[in-house]
């Protein structure tokens, strides 16, 4: 089964990208429940534009954007490193963590 197809232009998919930033934000600022922000998934050939557009609309929003690429990352890089405190063994924060402010764009790119 194939799936729909919807071609945007770049100047409307970046605003859409900025409303859906001011929109979480404000959902943030109203400490709303995680159902209530939108997240979008942009689909496409690779080197269309993706990770710029959402760099690009975060940028022009004022807001810091934080590009996780999972496939690139060793596990440790999202769960942090063990640690032995008193015999146990516990997960420092990772370091990705303390780089995310209550505003940042948070993007997940090359989920393929």
């Given at each position: 089964m194939s799936q729909?197809?919807?071609t945007i232009r770049v100047k409307e998919a970046?605003?859409?990208?900025?409303?859906?930033?001011s929109y979480n934000i404000e959902c943030?600022?109203?400490?709303?429940?995680?159902?209530?922000?939108?997240?979008?998934?942009?689909i496409g050939d690779?080197?269309?534009g993706k990770t710029s557009l959402v760099n690009q609309a975060s940028?022009?929003?004022?807001?810091?954007?934080?590009?996780?690429?999972?496939?690139?990352?060793?596990?440790?890089?999202?769960?942090?490193?063990?640690?032995i405190d008193g015999g146990n063994t516990t997960w420092a924060?990772?370091?990705?963590?303390?780089?995310?402010k209550p505003d940042t764009t948070i993007f997940i790119d090359e989920l393929t």
């Open positions: 729909p197809s919807t970046k605003e859409m990208m900025k409303s859906v930033i943030g600022k109203r400490n709303s429940q995680a159902t209530e922000f939108i997240v979008p998934f942009l690779p080197g269309i940028k022009e929003m004022e807001v810091d954007c934080e590009t996780i690429v999972p496939v690139a990352m060793d596990p440790t890089d999202m769960m942090g490193l063990p640690v924060p990772p370091e990705l963590l303390f780089r995310i």
